[in-house]
């Protein structure tokens, strides 16, 4: 095989050959790589008639009609495959008939006002036609007053008297009405996807089983748990157990409510196929998972259960269906939780409401990568390329969309996981955003160091974006933070989604800290983020204390004093900015801090504002510690208060106060 043939069929396929690291070095990604990504994207090429066979098959799919295109809305529409007589209907039923001639292999019809999904025939040749608008539902569009805020919470680690020891959705409606009386416009959360019920040691929100589903642990039960509600760390296990043995009894006398059967029926019938598969996917891996550990992953099980669409699959199906009618109802009634907690806060004056959190992508051994195999990237896993703190690269252990499979089942799945995040919430936070553009993909197996950039259809997936953004009225905010593609964050804001600007990192030199009229306008501005220091955490260095104790510094002292120097330079942006008066406090004076720097951010120019209620509350610990398993409690740290009471303690209620003040006076 010559590298030039096979770099032919990288090319077609979106697969980067070389990369740049901080540096600025050029790094060539070498063949057995390129190999492994192009199979992974059913483009075999392990030998020249392999690379041949997939370079014509690449080509050919640009000549077909696909199952669905994306365009804008009054924009020439170029159809590939199309030409003679055609017909459009429009999603209101609206019928027009035309006849247009192939020009190139495509050809082109009038363009299309209304946004939406319409459905365009060439005879007996059919296409989706999603029209979307020029930008999304905006924050400002949303809220009472141009300017407003918001807080980041964490739903896990929310208390509520009965909650048995995990933050569930009654516990963010109580939240909710509490925000909302202290002015707040919106409640970010952090990602409800679905997880693994059969295996309660998996928990983290950013690696998901499936983000077409519910974490069905959120749904509230009716049984306290005094034990477990009075740690201050989450119990995964025990919680999960003991909130999953209350659901089943709850599951076991709702079959005796001939309304509640009814619901949940129709529930089933809206969801339809994804409901179905998800629930069936828990089924078997509870089935397997419980007789043999080993069995954890999909791919482990006996080969005839590997694929939802077998005989011994509809065999199993048809012997557990009560199992499944469990897991069904679980969605259920979780998806009727998420919905009150929307409710409450509309009903307590928010503009927005709860804004949910998309993560990159999801365990391969989940029920997403299970039901839909030929749109995901089965054999890869996402990451990062060596930087300054990574010298070999990082693996997340997560895998993400095929966008070759997206673009063949009409990007099904990727509308099904935004209409899933966007059907109980005013807006919706996308995680490590540059993947609408690029991903960085490994080969299961290799290094970090051992990826290569797949560059993904970031106008199609814009587009989606914004259409669903319009049929939901809700926002968009894009975690743009890191190494961003050129000419990226100028699109997203051209689209209508705002990025994010967090405190930290908003300086143009080492010892200078920007002023806060001059950030971006449209983006939402942050003190911090879930992983990274809170305010309390940077000011007195607890996030340093962390590192040193975990052996991640060289020169832990060095650190400290590079961070006593930071200390000055931020105090000094926050007096000029007229958010702090008095002198620089002392290292272990985090509240002044918090309250400065609170004041600062609300002064920002972005049009809203994010506060982690850690900062609300001024926290010195932070949710995640990256690069950390057992050694440090992630995604376990609960908060100090029921959230109905959470924010009237006296000091935050007056941080609080003096945010709404700064974002009036902005």
């Not at 509600?229 to 995964?236: C, I, P, Y």
């Not at 975690?479 to 997203?492: A, N």
């Not at 926290?619 to 029921?642: F, I, K």
Request: charged share 20%; proline share 6%.
């Amino acid at each position: 095989m010559t590298d030039e043939t096979l770099a032919e069929l990288a090319s077609a396929a979106g697969v980067a050959r070389s990369w740049k690291d901080v540096f600025g070095k050029t790094h060539e990604v070498a063949p057995p790589t390129l190999r492994a990504v192009l199979a992974a994207l059913d483009l075999p090429a392990a030998t020249d008639g392999d690379v041949a066979d997939s370079l014509h098959r690449a080509r050919l799919r640009d000549a077909i009609l696909p199952p669905l295109l994306t365009v804008d809305a009054g924009a020439r529409v170029a159809v590939p495959g199309g030409g003679g007589g055609y017909e459009l209907v429009l999603e209101d039923g609206r019928v027009f008939a035309g006849r247009t001639e192939p020009h190139r292999g495509a050809a082109e019809i009038p363009p299309i006002l209304e946004p939406g999904y319409h459905t365009l025939s060439f005879g007996e040749k059919r296409t989706c036609l999603a029209v979307a608008p020029p930008r999304c539902f905006t924050a400002p569009e949303a809220m009472h007053a141009p300017k407003g805020w918001g807080l980041a919470v964490q739903l896990y680690a929310l208390r509520r008297s009965g909650d048995a020891g995990l933050g569930d959705f009654a516990a963010l409606a109580e939240l909710a009405a509490s925000a909302a009386a202290h002015g707040a416009e919106a409640i970010g959360i952090s990602p409800v996807h679905a997880q693994f019920t059969a295996d309660s040691d998996r928990f983290s929100p950013y690696a998901p089983s499936s983000r077409t589903a519910l974490n069905v642990l959120h749904a509230s039960i009716d049984t306290a748990n005094p034990a477990l509600s009075a740690g201050g760390l989450v119990d995964w296990p025990e919680a999960s157990r003991f909130r999953l043995g209350e659901l089943r009894r709850m599951f076991a006398e709702s079959r005796l409510d001939a309304d509640e059967c009814a619901a949940l029926e129709a529930f089933r019938r809206k969801q339809a196929g994804r409901l179905q598969a998800h629930a069936l996917f828990e089924a078997l891996h509870g089935h397997f998972f419980s007789a043999d550990k080993a069995l954890w992953h999909w791919r482990s099980w006996p080969a005839a259960f590997r694929s939802p669409d077998t005989r011994e699959v509809a065999g199993f199906a048809a012997e557990h269906g009560e199992e499944i009618a469990f897991h069904a109802w679980l969605q259920f009634r979780a998806d009727r939780g998420l919905a009150a907690a929307q409710a409450a806060c509309r009903a307590a004056g928010m503009g927005i409401g709860l804004v949910s959190d998309l993560a990159v992508g999801t365990d391969s051994g989940g029920s997403q990568c299970w039901s839909r195999q030929s749109e995901t990237l089965l054999g890869l896993t996402v990451g990062a390329p060596p930087d300054l703190m990574q010298r070999n690269g990082q693996n997340w252990g997560l895998t993400a969309f095929s966008p070759t499979g997206l673009a063949a089942s009409g990007y099904t799945t990727y509308r099904e996981m935004l209409q899933t995040a966007l059907a109980h919430a005013g807006g919706m936070r996308i995680d490590h955003a540059m993947g609408l553009n690029r991903l960085w993909v490994i080969p299961d197996g290799a290094t970090g160091a051992q990826g290569a950039y797949l560059e993904f259809p970031e106008t199609d997936l814009l587009r989606l974006i914004r259409l669903e953004s319009h049929r939901h009225r809700a926002i968009v905010l894009a975690e743009d933070l890191g190494t961003v593609p050129e000419g990226f964050q100028d699109r997203l804001r051209d689209c209508g989604i705002d990025g994010m600007r967090v405190l930290w990192f908003e300086r143009d030199t080492e010892e200078h800290f920007t002023p806060p009229d001059t950030w971006t306008p449209r983006a939402a501005a942050m003190t911090s983020t879930h992983d990274l220091p809170t305010l309390a955490g940077w000011w007195s260095a607890n996030d340093i204390a962390w590192n040193e104790k975990l052996g991640n510094l060289a020169e832990p002292a060095e650190a400290r004093s590079t961070r006593g120097l930071d200390r000055v330079a931020l105090w000094r942006t926050l007096q000029n900015s007229g958010a702090a008066e008095a002198a620089c406090p002392a290292e272990d004076d985090t509240a002044s801090f918090a309250d400065a720097a609170c004041v600062h951010v609300g002064k920002s120019a972005c049009e809203l504002v994010m506060l982690p209620v850690e900062d609300a509350l001024g926290l010195r610990e932070q949710p995640n510690l990256p690069g950390t398993l057992d050694e440090h409690p992630n995604w376990r740290r609960r908060l100090p208060a029921d959230s109905a009471v959470l924010l009237d303690e006296p000091a935050t209620a007056r941080r609080l106060q003096a945010l709404s003040a700064a974002r009036k006076q902005g």
